[in-house]
């Protein structure tokens, strides 16, 4: 700052003012700090100003998977929105672990973000304290709770198992089996999809279970898994994700099996590939882009002085019928 000064041939105290009051300093003066900026390349310590000004324009953003289209596109919808605002994006990937997302929170909050936006709603006690003594607005996306921190945005995955059992249950499948990843969330779709799925059929739901994350190649290693303990004819594979389904759909076809006539299976997310499977997927749609939108106009409201807003924003889900079930 002092040699941006020396260049504008102004004192240190002016170029303070220029930064953060600009309009308490002549348009002349302020165009020569400008290009002394511009020719020294200098950044203003944002850590500085946010300790001062208490703001720093900043939104950290914790996700289980940076490279996940699911969250990717959740995450583009609503950086758009953010940035039309006046915030930048920090982003951290925690997997599926709430101790790495706690050390995540703890780091994050020492930079001083004005808002963050978690994945899910069930984080460590110590992550919770954290969070509730920063007193910034917090939004927890991809569910929803009665007791959020702040606001939450997403949609019930106890209703989504539930109905994708009534869809096969519906269509006629009296078998049914589910390749589930270590998720949380997973789980919980998989426990209601088994207790809905039994319930109407009176038939036991195989499972297949993972601790690590959804991949193509583990989908056709659960679905081979299925086949050789017997899975009986016509059942319906429910997959925790379509990464999982897409394997299956590629196991079932190297096997010789004719889906959805011997096996019906459905996936979650409905990614951009889903349609274009063959045959093309049933799957479980989450509009990312609605979800990601709905989470930062939630931020925005939060920001304002007089929030108007909901604690509560339940999105829905859908199921997208198509040729695998």
Same mark, same amino acid.
């Given at each position: 700052?002092?040699?941006?000064?020396r260049?504008a041939?102004?004192?240190?105290?002016?170029?303070?003012r220029?930064? @953060? #009051? %600009?309009?308490?300093?002549?348009?002349?003066t302020?165009?020569r700090i400008?290009d002394a900026?511009?020719?020294?390349? &200098?950044?203003?310590?944002?850590?500085?100003g946010?300790?001062?000004?208490?703001?720093?324009n900043?939104i #950290?953003a914790?996700?289980?998977?940076?490279t996940?289209?699911?969250?990717?596109?959740?995450?583009?919808?609503?950086? !758009?929105?953010?940035?039309?605002h006046g915030?930048q994006?920090m982003? @951290?990937?925690?997997?599926f672990?709430?101790?790495?997302? !706690?050390k995540a929170?703890?780091?994050?909050? @020492?930079r001083?973000p004005?808002? $963050?936006?978690l994945?899910?709603?069930?984080?460590?006690p +110590?992550a919770r304290?954290?969070l509730h003594?920063?007193? $910034?607005p917090v939004?927890?996306v991809?569910?929803? @709770?009665d007791?959020?921190?702040?606001?939450?945005v997403?949609? =019930?995955? $106890? *209703?989504a198992?539930?109905?994708?059992?009534d869809?096969? #249950?519906?269509?006629? &499948?009296?078998?049914?089996?589910?390749?589930?990843?270590?998720d949380?969330? +997973?789980?919980r779709r998989?426990?209601?999809?088994?207790?809905r799925?039994e319930?109407?059929?009176?038939?036991k739901? !195989?499972?297949v279970?993972y601790a690590?994350?959804a991949?193509l190649?583990?989908?056709?290693?659960?679905?081979?898994?299925?086949v050789?303990r017997g899975?009986?004819?016509?059942?319906?594979v429910?997959?925790?994700s379509?990464?999982?389904?897409?394997?299956a759909?590629?196991?079932?076809?190297v096997?010789g099996?004719s889906i959805p006539? *011997?096996? +019906?299976?459905i996936?979650?997310g409905?990614?951009?590939?889903?349609? =274009?499977t063959?045959?093309?997927?049933?799957?479980?749609?989450i509009?990312?882009q609605?979800l990601?939108?709905?989470?930062?106009?939630?931020?925005?409201?939060?920001?304002?002085?007089? %929030?108007?807003? %909901?604690?509560?924003?339940?999105?829905g889900?859908e199921?997208v019928?198509?040729?695998?079930a």
């Open positions: 700052m002092a040699e941006v000064g260049l041939g102004v004192s240190q105290v002016t170029v303070s220029a930064l @953060s #009051a %600009p309009e308490k300093v002549s348009p002349e302020l165009t400008q900026i511009a020719r020294t390349g &200098y950044v203003p310590n944002a850590v500085a946010a300790l001062a000004s208490n703001k720093s900043l #950290a914790l996700v289980p998977s940076v996940n289209i699911v969250y990717a596109s959740m995450l583009h919808a609503f950086s !758009e929105i953010m940035w039309q915030y994006i982003l @951290s990937e925690t997997g672990d709430p101790q790495r997302e !706690e929170i703890a780091t994050h909050l @020492s001083r004005d808002a $963050i936006l994945t899910g709603v069930h984080h460590s +110590a304290r954290m003594n920063a007193g $910034i939004v927890e991809w569910d929803v @709770s007791t959020p921190i702040d606001r939450c997403g949609f =019930s995955h $106890i *209703e198992g539930s109905a994708v059992a869809f096969a #249950a519906d269509a006629g &499948y009296a078998h049914a089996a589910t390749i589930t990843a270590g949380e969330r +997973a789980l998989r426990d209601a999809f088994t207790a799925f319930r109407r059929t009176g038939t739901v !195989e499972q279970n690590d994350s991949s190649g583990v989908g056709r290693q659960a679905l081979a898994a299925l050789e899975l009986p004819p016509h059942a319906v429910f997959c925790s379509d990464q999982f389904a897409h394997g759909l590629i196991e079932a076809a096997r099996l006539d *011997e096996i +019906a299976i996936g979650f409905d990614q951009e590939f889903a349609a =274009s063959a045959p093309a997927l049933t799957s479980v749609r509009d990312r609605v990601g939108q709905t989470a930062a106009y939630a931020l925005v409201d939060r920001f304002g002085t007089n %929030p108007t807003g %909901p604690k509560v924003y339940n999105v889900f199921i019928r198509r040729q695998t």
